[in-house]
């Protein structure tokens, strides 16, 4: 069974490699306010972002932004391997993110041998180094590989295969109603189609259930406002919440810290 996970470390920025040898499980379906990116190495595994998928290749970037559901399914047996990293919203190596078009997700790096050689490197630096010499390696290294990627060619961009146009539509809907929703018969009647049906539909697609993806993406929008500043008690009924209390445990449940512990941005 599939369950969710979230980011939820005080890192700014993080790195993680990852190896199985015939992986015999999926990797949860999550959301967060992070970027991640993932340079992947070898497979045999699909790629979800919202109500786009890719069948990854070796040499891929993949580029997931703050608030996107996305998840991974691992189709066989095949030994895994790729990188890992989450880059914080407020970390100043987010200008070089937002440098790329927001359509790009997924990029073939296999012409560019410097940004294999620097993943290399930070799995090498991550064992090599102490943490806080380890992190200025990592903050080097990525600039160099995101300086990198911008100079790739427009032909290495991989284009999405879409999900179900129902779907699609569906997302499309949530995203514009996203704090005014109150039921989710409001979506499948937008969609003709019966509630069971659209939320059996939804479920299998995306590895969450409406309702979930509608208070995840309102609670990663909280976070963003509280993180900017704002007071939590000010922030719920901007996100569609009807009350203090269910927003407090909801927050509590999802990022594991109550929403007045959240860190503030430095601007």
């Known amino acids: 069974m599939e369950i969710e996970q979230i980011w939820n470390t005080t890192e700014p920025l993080t790195f993680d490699y990852t190896t199985h040898r015939a992986p015999a499980f999926r990797f949860p379906a999550h959301s967060h306010n992070a970027y991640e990116l993932i340079f992947y190495i070898r ?24 608030a996107e559901h996305h998840y ?17 919203p407020d970390h100043p190596l987010t200008r070089l ?14 012409n560019n041998g410097v940004i294999a050689e620097n993943f290399k490197r930070l799995a090498e630096y991550s064992k090599r180094f102490p ?35 129902l779907i699609q539509k569906a997302l499309t809907y949530i995203n514009a109603h996203l704090f005014t929703i109150q039921n989710i018969s409001e979506v499948s009647d937008e969609l003709f189609i019966a509630q069971n049906y659209f939320f059996r539909l939804f479920k299998e697609t995306l590895k969450i259930s409406p309702k979930k993806y509608i208070n995840n993406k309102r609670l990663l929008f909280a976070q963003q406002l509280i993180a900017g500043g704002e007071k939590p008690t000010a922030v719920y009924l901007k996100c ?13 449940e999802f990022f594991g810290h109550n929403p007045s512990a959240e860190r503030v941005y430095q601007n």
């Open 43 to 66: 497979g045999d595994v699909t790629y979800l972002i919202e109500d786009r998928k890719y069948e990854l290749r070796e040499d891929d970037l993949v580029i997931t932004r703050p």
């Open 72 to 88: 991974l399914r691992v189709n066989s047996d095949a030994d895994y391997e790729r990188y890992d990293l989450l880059i914080a």
């Open 97 to 110: 993110l937002q440098a790329i078009p927001r359509e790009v997700e997924v990029i073939n790096c296999r």
């Open 131 to 165: 943490k806080d010499i380890f992190h200025e390696l990592l903050s080097a290294l990525l600039t160099e590989i995101l300086y990198n990627v911008q100079t790739l060619k427009k032909d290495l961009y991989i284009a999405p295969q879409k999900v179900s146009p």
């Open 240 to 252: 569609g919440f009807s009350n203090y209390v269910s927003f407090y445990k909801r927050y509590v």
